[in-house]
Nanobody, 123 residues
Framework: QVQLVESGGGLVQAGGSLRLVCVATGRIFSINDMGWYRQAPGKQRELVAVITDSGRTSYADSVKGRFLISRDNAKNTVYLQMSSLKPEDTAVYYC?????????????????WGQGTQVTVSS
């Protein structure tokens, strides 16, 4: 019923920047928290940053001061601006959102995940 579509990953040298974009589509009623997670090979998925519908943000300690999360509520879109990238930032980045959506005339709620986008930072 709803889908999160990510874009913006790629290969970048250490010290470089990338911007990730995630768009929520479908019969959406409202979106609460939106966030980004990442999973490196052999490691558990971890929270990178989250933003509430009112714009309050929080970050993992490892990315504070380097990453910036933002959102456009009118476009159902969340962004992750990543700067001063390090090789240890290499991972698959996943978008996550807490979405209320329509199924026929009913409203359901649930956490949705995107398909993931690869970010590779070379040293």
């Amino acid at each position: 019923q709803v889908q999160l579509v990510e874009s913006g990953g790629g290969l970048v040298q250490a010290g470089g920047s990338l911007r990730l974009v995630c768009v929520a589509t479908g019969r959406i009623f409202s979106i609460n928290d939106m966030g980004w997670y990442r999973q490196a090979p052999g490691k558990q998925r971890e929270l990178v940053a989250v933003i509430t519908d009112s714009g309050r943000t929080s970050y993992a300690d490892s990315v504070k001061g380097r990453f910036l999360i933002s959102r456009d509520n009118a476009k159902n879109t969340v962004y992750l601006q990543m700067s001063s990238l390090k090789p240890e930032d290499t991972a698959v980045y996943y978008c996550n959102a807490d979405i209320k959506y329509y199924v026929a005339r009913d409203i359901y709620t649930g956490k949705q995940w995107g398909q993931g986008t690869q970010v590779t930072v070379s040293s």
